[in-house]
Structure formats: structure tokens, C-alpha cells
């Protein structure tokens, strides 16, 4: 199975394009302008001095490969003469900068100009591979190709000296993200030796395990991911984006190489991730010390970290995993991730930003523990508009822009209708307001090939108009109307924790297709922690601005007032509860959040 | 009313003479030998040079003090000439090393001699509060009065400075415990200068409130209790052991004076610890950052702080707030206290110790956060011989040595009985096998007062063989029988925390009489976080070696392979749960542990 890339698939109507237009009118302006205040984009003019202000950091320049990237995406559908001149811009300023070697880097072409390539953890790499992304994004949409030829000379300086002659003093990128662009980069080039030099880092990776793990902290250890061999994992650990993108790389490698052995590990990588190690919502990395994974089941609510580039690296990865293995369960976790744990990073008016998204947020426990200087981290509880270390922004933007890419793949004689958004593409188009209710329609163009369409994992009870078999998630259609009609029932369903997941034990999370909701302090009541939903409760759905409808239900609410009662003694009130989406959280101020409700 | 000292009631059966032969043949030593090891002992020969190892530490004569003190009740039943013999060389290493002017401390004496009386942070004072205590204590139980001589000098240099003077840069103690022992000084000797200097003291606690709170973590803000004066306060906050011995010598001077405004600042402390800030066992001070008093209902499990110490001056308060507030409300929190969280605090072999006691013990929880420098502080799983900072040890050996104290005490015209243990007193014999069950058998000796007995609040029903009428949670007997035979109805209980208690939302707790109980890993299931407790299960007493029975019941445990599935689709388990008193945790090993349950 190949994915039908982004530019392959046009997004007509509904959810996407709603979130696409704000990327347009909002996003990718507000992010460039806050990457402009913070002297990102002048830093590339590499004339900064000791002694001057703002000294360039190590990673500046993936911020702004990664809004070229985002915007590239949306030029290839619509033209902007503002966002091109800023790329172009960029272009200049790359090509003027950049070393005789073909080495650029804005913090060490002017900063620490002998430390170059002398650490692993400087993110050189790192940058890179968002160049490469940037470049190619930037090419694909306007057919123009100084920036990526000019990167192309720093790939080449990067196979000299890693590869050639070996003559850093490390091999691997402390931060991978350089092996998933350079087999993009081949890709886009045909020049195979960029695939050669990705598989070269990824065979790398732990290859000599030449760290041993340091005495540091648990989830430093696993940091580089270069504790081991990448065939040997068994696991997903360490610095979760980190781990994700390294997991893409491999996929990648795996695919294109057939190497049973790396897929392997690829299959057993992606199923510790998402069959132990992550939120309802699709987000992933529950701590914040080394913004890395976790034990298995430890997903704690009020101080979870699971950070918007690391949902946004597991749907990467999960696109890329039903390149070596023909299953829905793949689409089904892009699906948790797109319509959960990656969005909820943007504000709805597309300007602010969460790093970390939180999975509880109990206004109480911040501030008790506001003030303890060795407290657990908490998430912000509201968004802001650029962090210091800003990765999230411009990931959210390429993330939206290139949503299109999630729809469609293909095999020798079959395509394969991943997600549901309505759309347009050579073979097909789609029809939908999926998510707000499940019924899609379908009209197949050409019909060169057979068409599998993915139940979703939620769904329990549907129909579709035409005969098929079910296989591996997919509903493969046997015969050949030119539309198909599908009809997903969408009830609202109370969703548990596996036991182990000790935080959630006794509590539900409420679901109504692949939408995880939350209740907020705004819209209820003190002590929403302590609300019991019955499993028989009736819900109503009612519109809401967010696209899908939001829920209500009545709750049962414990009255007390001393502080411990005999149980038969308390009583309970009847409250009405309401839901939103969870993406939707934290657009009205700061306030209580929850999304996992004791059931009875 | 006025309590009865505990040389006043003699302990002739059941739980507490357990426990204090286990004091006498295992605690007295291991804590003198343990002291020894660590220095304490020899630091009071003062002849520690600079360069030389083990500098004395500022508060390690209190630890000897109130070792002093414990082993002084345990000699005023029975003689032990070990210990006699060890008190006389403290005495006389005290009276030759004190100055002139009386000042006494094994750290300033030899070291930082020119910081004597210079900080108010240096614990000089609270380790004179000890010095007396311990002093007071000997004397009673030895009528040998040369280490309360010397100590009165000390107490004169401090009067001296401190009042007369007010030379000193500072006036009140920074860790109060002087005030409440002056007050018991003044009992002993009649000198009233000593009463007076507590209630100077006492006065002063933020009287200028010279130190506007600092910009510093929100507990150090009230540490000192000096930010605002006594009266004047509304809630109890802070270092919690600080606050509540300040509140022992505030509820002492309030009813020496008849001081109602006092009175009445002592009550609301007293009331929003107990009814906003107590966990279920009676621990309190749930903040490891400045082992503090936390906002009401904040209560963590996992990490609970509940220091041994804090519990047992919650008991201290609570033994006088009855003196100023005629009601059995005051007894029920030392009861509390009594069976859980204080004596939680020391193994059942009587030679190891928490300082912190846990309030849920999650090993995978303290697995994941062991490595993260930012961790929320979880308790130790095992308890330790001895601490570097070693007051808990020599407290819980006083406490539970004294704990006749809080047996009896009487008003002008009436004998109130407040705890049931099988005691013998002037007035009274006790025989009970209480808190095993609830059978109470009351031979009265005197009969010149009437008699009044506690009913305790967790109890629903009980038979008393005598008319009765009841009052501010007494029974007042109105007849004049030889025996009273009292029956305490004891059933398992299933206890809710207010719904503001976010941690504990739709769990209980199971109680017997005033006992809590808790499931350990080693006895019972993995996951026992996820386990869920019928409302109307069957629960079985079983003998077990703890005196008081442990418990049996079936509960129900979800059966999941899944990370997350639908509600619906979750099938249970019937598995046995064992739970043992609270008091008994951690006594084999590591191991998880749980008091609050889900139930249904």
C-alpha cells in the first residue's frame, strides 16, 4: 500500500476545510509574525555578533523550515504572493549564508562558529531534515527549486563528513527527523544515495551503542534513542517526538528495503506506543522530564505532557505503518490523533498555541501546587502565542495544511479510503460532514481499481450500499456502483481504561465517533472530579460552534459537607452536565477540564 | 474540664499494653542505640573541634530530650536503672556544659558560637520546649530534679533575653513547642514567671508581624507562624508540627486565662484542620514542600506527606481543646489519630519508623517518578531505623507512652471518660478489649463526681446499662451503679471523603470502630486501584495478629486486554480482598497500598 500524497487529495467542504481557511486567515500569518518578533526569521541573516541581542538558537531554523513547509501546503492550492516573497526571501538569505561546504545552521554560522557538528544534541541534523521538508513542501507547490538545491549541498556535506568519511564525533542525529526527509528527498530528487544515506542513519542508530546509558535521569537514558540497535527495540521509550520520528524513518527504510527484520521492530515500536503508552485523545509522551514515554499505562491526567508535535509525529507514523502492513487499525489511531490530541494545540481562532496538552485540569491542585518548587509539572491552561522553544506552531500548521495526505492509499489493485473528509481526487470524491454524523458518500471516478473503505474501530453497527468483505479494519466493495452509500451509527459511547491505567480506574471517557469529549468549569459545576455518569443515562446532542455537536447529560453529584461521611449517609444532587469536544478546551480562560467521569 | 495526667491512669490490658511493652523491650533501646550511633548522645560532651567529624546539629538535643521524656513515663511504671543511669549522664554533661547564664545547646556551644540567639530559624528555643518536657518528665516520674534544675537556668537566660531584655533579633520561638512546655513547667514548679513567659510568647507570635511574609514558596510563607497574630487567626497554616504545637500552647494559655478571643482562634485552627485538612487516619500536613498545611481538601495519596509527628500534635491539641470546649468531638480526632496515623508511624517490632507516612503506595507511580528530579515527593514504602533529622522516633515513643493521658478527665462535678482502654484510675477501672470490639466494662471506685462517657461519632448504635442522657457527644450517666457495661455497636463501615477531596471522588474508605483499614499488594491482586467495592458486600472479621481483627471481602475487578474500550464490552472478575488495619502497613516489605476503594 502507497498513501496518496496531500496534493493528490482536495479537501471540498466540512471539517477540514473550515480548519484549513484558518490556517489561511490566521495561522500561518500569526506564526510568522510571532517567528518575526522573535527575531527567527532575521536570524538567518547571520549577522549577529557577540555581544549583540537575541544570539540565534540551535534550533531557530526548523521553526522556520517547518512554516515554509506549512505554507508550502497551502500555496499548492492557492497562490500568496506575500507568504511566496518571505520563502523567497529565506531562499536568498540561505543561499548567501551557507558555508562553501554547504553547512548552514544560523546559531553556529555566526555563534560557537568551532562547535560545529561536535555534538549530538545540537540539533544540527535536526534542522536539516526540516530544511529538506521545507525545501521539497516549497518545490512540490511552485515548481521552485533554488532552496532545495541549495539544502541539497548541505545534504551532501552531511553524507561527506557522517558517512564518507565518518569525521564527527558522533554518527547518528541526537533529535532524528533528517532520515524521514531524506527519503522524502529521494523521492522528490530520485537521487537513491539520499535513501541510501537515510538508511545509513537509521542502521546507525544504537548501532555501537557507544553511549552507554548515562546516569542520569530515567527518561534521559533513552534520549538520543541510541541505546540500541533500531532492530532490537522492542519498545517505544525515551523523548516521545524524538522516538516517533525516528519510528517514520525506519518505516520508511523498511518499506522501501523490504527488511522483515525493521519492520518488525517498526509493528512492535508502534503497538507498545498505542496499546499502552497512549492518552484516549491519540496524544503520547506523558512526561515532561525529557518530554519522553513513560511506563506502560502511566498516563496521568493532571500533569500529562503528551506535547502537540508528538500527537502529531504518532500520525505521522501511523500513515507510514499502513505502508508495510495492509490494516485499518492504522488509520483508526491517525483518526484518534487528527480529530483529538493533535487539534487540541490550536486555539479555535488559530492564533494560540498548547506545547503540552493537558488531560485533566484540576485549577485546585495548580494552585496548591503553583508554588512548590519541586512540584509536578502541570500543562498551561491556556494557549499562547509562541513559546520559546516553538516546534509546536509550525508542526500544527504542516500538520492541517497537509491533512488530505491521511485520505486515500493505494495498492497494485485497490484503493483505500482511510479518513472520511469530503473530498476530490483522480479516483474519487467524498461526500460527508463526518465527523458530525457518519454518513458518507462516495463517487468513484475512475474505476481502475477495486475500493476498500475503513470501518472505523469505534463503529459497531453499520451499513453500506453495496456488497463487500470485511478484511483487516477495511470494507473491500465487490461490486462497482458508481456511488456508495455508507452509513456509520455514531451513539455517544462511554470508553474504559484498561485497569492498569490506575489514574482513570472507575472513570469513562465519553466518545461519539473517533471525538473524544470533555465537560469544562465554565459550562458546570465545582467538583465536576467527583460527577457520576450511570452507564443508562440518556444523552442529547445539541449544535455547538465546533463543527460537531456538543453533549449534555444529567450527572449524580454527591452532597457533603463534612469532611468524611459514613457512605450510606451521602446523598446525591442531580446536575446537568455538559460536554465539548476536547479539542475545543480552553477557549474561554482558564478552567477546570475533565474528561474521564466515575460511572456507576 | 481539666485532663488527667497519665501517671494518673494506669494501662492494665489490651492494645495500648502491647504496645508499650514493645516500647520498653524493643523501642527505649533501639531508639538510644540508634541515637548513639548517629552521635547524639556524645554531642551533648561539647567536645567537638572544628575539623572534627559529626558537628552536632542545631535540634539533635531535642531528640534526646524527648527520648529522655519517653523513657521517663515507661520508668514511672517500672524501673529500668539502663536508663536511669543514661538520663544522670545527661544531666551531668548538661550542667557542665551549660554557660553561665545558663544557655545550653550541644551544636552552639561548640560551634557557630557567635550565632547563639541570633536566628529564629536555629531551633534553640524548641530544643529548651524538649529540655523541659523531658525534665518535667524525669522529675514526675523519679522525683530526681537536678536536669529540671539546670533546665529552669536555661529557661531564666531565655526569660532574660528574650522578655526582660528583648535583646535577642527575634522574639518568638521559630518552631513553637517552648510555649506549651513553660506552661507545663509552670505546673510543676508553681512558678508562675514560666506561665507567664508562655503566654508572652504566645502574645508575640506575629504580633508586629515584622517580617512581611517573603516572596518565597507559598508554605514557607506562614513556617515561622509569625505572620500575623494568634488571635487574629482563621485557619491553621504552615509547617503543620509548628502549628499545632504553637495551638497546644494557645488552647493552654486561653484556658489558663479564660481568654475567649483566644478561645476562639483556637477553635477555628482546630476546626478547619479537622474538617478541611485531616486525612482519614488523622494524618495531617499534606505538603512535602515546608512540610505544610495544604488548601482545604487538597489531600493526596500517593503523595502524602502526614508526617508522624503531625499526627501525633494534632492528638496533643485535641487532648486540650477538650479543656476549653466541654465536647467528645475532641476525643473522636485523638481517637483517630490514636489507631492510624500516629502509630502508623512505628513498626510493629517497635524499632523502625516513618517520618512521612503514605496515604496510597502505587509502585509503578514511584517506578515512573523515582529518576524525575522534578517528582512530587512520594513517602518512603519501608520504614527506617533512624533519619537524619530524627524527631519522629523519640515522639511516637512519648506519645504512645503517655497515651493514659488521654483516658480520663474531669470537671468540677463530673468524671469524663474519653478513651476505652482496660485501665485503672482512682476513680475508675476500665476492661475492654477495645478498639477489637466494642464492649466496654466501667467499675467505679469513687463515686463522688458523676460520670460521663464518650460515645464515639463513628458509632450509630450502642447499649448502656444505666440511664443516661446525652450531651455534646457524652453520655451523662444519671444513676449510680457499680458497673457500667456499655456496648458500642462495630460494624464494617464504607467511608466517603467530601466531594471536594478530588483524589478520593467516588472511592471509600472501610473502617471498624475507630480503626482504618488498607489493602497491601503482598496479601491481595495487581491493580488493586481498579478494584471495586459492593456498597452492600459481605465483609468477614478474621483473627489476625494486629489485636484488632482484619477483614475479608469480595470485590469486583475489570477484566481488559485493550488500552481503551467501550464501557459496555468490560466484563468483571470476583476477586477476595484482604485488608488489614492501616496502623499494620509496610510491615513485610514493599508493596503496594491502598485505603480508598471504588465502589459501586
Redesign the interface.
Known amino acids: 500500500m502507497r498513501n496518496t500524497d496531500y496534493s493528490g487529495v482536495r479537501i471540498t467542504d466540512g471539517f477540514w476545510l473550515e480548519r484549513q481557511k484558518t490556517l489561511r486567515e490566521a495561522t500561518a500569518d500569526a506564526v510568522y509574525d510571532r517567528f518575526t518578533d522573535t527575531h527567527r526569521f532575521s536570524a538567518l541573516e547571520c549577522t549577529w555578533r557577540e555581544g549583540d541581542p537575541h544570539m540565534p538558537h540551535i534550533f531557530w531554523d526548523s521553526d522556520v523550515a517547518k512554516w515554509i513547509e506549512g505554507v508550502a501546503y497551502l500555496l499548492k492550492t492557492e497562490d500568496n504572493p506575500k507568504w511566496r516573497a518571505i520563502i523567497e526571501r529565506v531562499t536568498d538569505l540561505f543561499i548567501k549564508n551557507q558555508d562553501a561546504d554547504g553547512y548552514f545552521n544560523s546559531h553556529f554560522l555566526v555563534a560557537e562558529k568551532d562547535m560545529r557538528f561536535k555534538e549530538r544534541g545540537n540539533h544540527e541534523l535536526y534542522c536539516l531534515g526540516h530544511w529538506i521538508e521545507g525545501a521539497v513542501a516549497y518545490f512540490e507547490a511552485t515548481g521552485e527549486r533554488r532552496l532545495l538545491d541549495a539544502v541539497c549541498r548541505f545534504v551532501d556535506c552531511v553524507e561527506r563528513i557522517f558517512k564518507t568519511e565518518r569525521s564527527a564525533p558522533f554518527i547518528t542525529p541526537g533529535h532524528p527527523e533528517l532520515e524521514l526527509a531524506l527519503v522524502r528527498l529521494w523521492k522528490t530528487t530520485g537521487e537513491a544515495r539520499y535513501f541510501d544515506l537515510a538508511k545509513y542513519f537509521i542502521d546507525e542508530h544504537g548501532a555501537n551503542a557507544e553511549e552507554p546509558p548515562p546516569a ?4 534521559q537514558i533513552f534520549y538520543n534513542q541510541d541505546d540500541m540497535p533500531v532492530r532490537a527495540r522492542k519498545t517505544i521509550e525515551g523523548h516521545s517526538v524524538r522516538a516517533l520520528y525516528l519510528l517514520s524513518g525506519m518505516i520508511d527504510v523498511a518499506r522501501e528495503t523490504n527488511d522483515e527484520e525493521l519492520a518488525d521492530a517498526c509493528k512492535r515500536m508502534f503497538e507498545n506506543c ?3 503508552k ?1 492518552y ?1 485523545t491519540g496524544g503520547v509522551g506523558s ?3 525529557g518530554e519522553a514515554f ?2 506502560d ?2 498516563l496521568p491526567g493532571r500533569t500529562s505532557y503528551a506535547e502537540t508535535c508528538a500527537a502529531i509525529s504518532l500520525a505521522m507514523a501511523a500513515l507510514r505503518m499502513q505502508t508495510i502492513d495492509e490494516n485499518a487499525k492504522y488509520a483508526d489511531i491517525a483518526e484518534r490523533v487528527m480529530y483529538n490530541g493533535s487539534i487540541s494545540g490550536i486555539s479555535l481562532d488559530g492564533k494560540k498555541f498548547f506545547y503540552a496538552n493537558a488531560h485533566e485540569i ?1 485549577l ?2 495548580n ?11 502541570f500543562p498551561k491552561t491556556e494557549r499562547v502565542e509562541v513559546f520559546t522553544c516553538s516546534c509546536c506552531p509550525p508542526n500544527i500548521l504542516r500538520f492541517i495544511a497537509s491533512i488530505s495526505g491521511y485520505v486515500l492509499s493505494e495498492s497494485d489493485d485497490t484503493v483505500f479510503v482511510n479518513q472520511y473528509m469530503s473530498s476530490e481526487s483522480d479516483e474519487l470524491d467524498v461526500i460527508t460532514r463526518y465527523p458530525a454524523d457518519g454518513n458518507v458518500l462516495i463517487k468513484r471516478k475512475k474505476k481502475s481499481k477495486a475500493l476498500a473503505v475503513r470501518i472505523p474501530s469505534w463503529c ?1 453497527s453499520f451499513e453500506i450500499s453495496a456488497e463487500y468483505e470485511l478484511k483487516n479494519g477495511y470494507a473491500f466493495i465487490k461490486s462497482c456502483e458508481d456511488e456508495i452509500k455508507i452509513t456509520f451509527d455514531m451513539p455517544i ?10 489514574e482513570n ?5 465519553v466518545m461519539r465517533g473517533p471525538v473524544v469529549y470533555c465537560a469544562e468549569g465554565i459550562d458546570n459545576f ?2 465536576m ?2 460527577a ?1 455518569i450511570d ?1 443508562s443515562a440518556e444523552f442529547y446532542l445539541y449544535d455547538s460552534e465546533f463543527f460537531v455537536p456538543s453533549i449534555k447529560t444529567e450527572v449524580k ?12 449517609d ?1 446523598e446525591y444532587d442531580s446536575v446537568s452536565l455538559k460536554l465539548i469536544p476536547y479539542f475545543a478546551y480552553a477557549n474561554r480562560g482558564s478552567s477546570d477540564m475533565q474528561i474521564w467521569f ?3
Open positions: 542520569q535521569t530515567y527518561p498505542t496499546e499502552r497512549m484516549v512526561l515532561d522530564d513513560s511506563d499505562y502511566y484540576d485546585d491542585f494552585h496548591v501546587n503553583k508554588y512548590n518548587p519541586r512540584h509536578d509539572r459497531r459511547r462511554l470508553v474504559s481504561a484498561n485497569r492498569r491505567c490506575h480506574a472507575g472513570r469513562a471517557a465545582k467538583d472530579q467527583a457520576v452507564k453529584l454527591p452532597k457533603c459537607d463534612a469532611l468524611y461521611s459514613d457512605l450510606e451521602v466515575l460511572h456507576s
